[in-house]
């Protein structure tokens, strides 16, 4: 089985400060992690993805992730939020275990700034 | 370029009928899925297919059902609509283990 935490429901930053969207996960196997976006009223943008190779993950628009095992997270960063960075943003996590491929999402933390 | 595509982007059904939404991918993928999104709840898995012929259930998968005829199609059926199947519905596809996923652009369904 596998779930996905996100820590916090909304966050509200003052532009040009740095975001930070955090995520917990549980998966019985080596999981592949995702964060996609997603504007208002529009479909899910991948923003970045781990799969088992290098921890610190660089995504579109500046956004870094880092995959920390030992703490079961995956919080997303900017050092710099922009306007347009305002969205929705989703935590997803995919099992590894053979033939299984369903992503399990986060409830989704709202990014609000501030101008 | 390769896309997903889904139609209709907005339907408003009444209950009790019978609704079809399609999912069109031309990436060749052969995973397949439906997601509901509902607030408060995130996306929420509806039904799933590895291949043609395959389908599977979901999270929340009472009141639909899909069907997998070739590889580009995975049409959600809705067999006799009700007010809490009211959400934005999006289809998926991915070519597996470490690929992205692909999303479609949401269908919002009311059920009145």
């Known amino acids: 089985a596998q779930s996905v935490t996100q820590l916090d429901s909304h966050v509200s930053v003052s532009e040009g400060t740095p975001v930070l969207l955090r995520c917990n996960y549980s998966s019985s196997y080596s999981p592949s992690l995702f964060w996609y976006v997603q504007h208002p009223n529009k479909g899910l943008q991948l923003l970045l993805k781990y799969t088992s190779a290098a921890t610190l993950v660089k995504g579109i628009n500046g956004f870094e992730a880092e995959f920390k095992k030992s703490e079961t997270s995956f919080h997303l960063t900017k050092p710099s939020a922009h306007m347009s960075d305002a969205a929705e943003y989703f935590c997803v996590v995919s099992g590894h275990r053979a033939g299984s491929y369903q992503l399990t999402f986060g409830k989704g933390t709202k990014l609000s700034v501030i101008p | 370029d390769a896309e997903i595509t889904q139609s209709p982007r907005h339907k408003i059904t009444e209950t009790g ?3 079809t939404l399609a999912c069109h991918q031309t990436w060749n993928h052969n995973n397949m899925f439906w997601y509901r999104q509902d607030l408060g709840h995130g996306l929420r898995l509806i039904h799933y297919s590895y291949g043609v012929h395959d389908t599977n259930k979901g999270e929340v998968s009472d009141g ?3 069907s997998r005829s070739n590889t580009e199609d995975l049409p959600l059926t809705l067999e006799s609509a ?14 597996g ?3 992205g996923y ?5 269908t919002r369904l009311t059920v009145v």
């Open chain 2, 17 to 19: 009928r019978q609704v």
């Open chain 2, 64 to 66: 639909y059902s899909v």
């Open chain 2, 82 to 95: 009700a007010s809490s199947q009211t959400s934005v519905y999006f289809c998926a596809s991915n070519a």
């Open chain 2, 97 to 99: 283990q470490g690929y």
């Open chain 2, 102 to 106: 692909t999303f479609g652009s949401g």
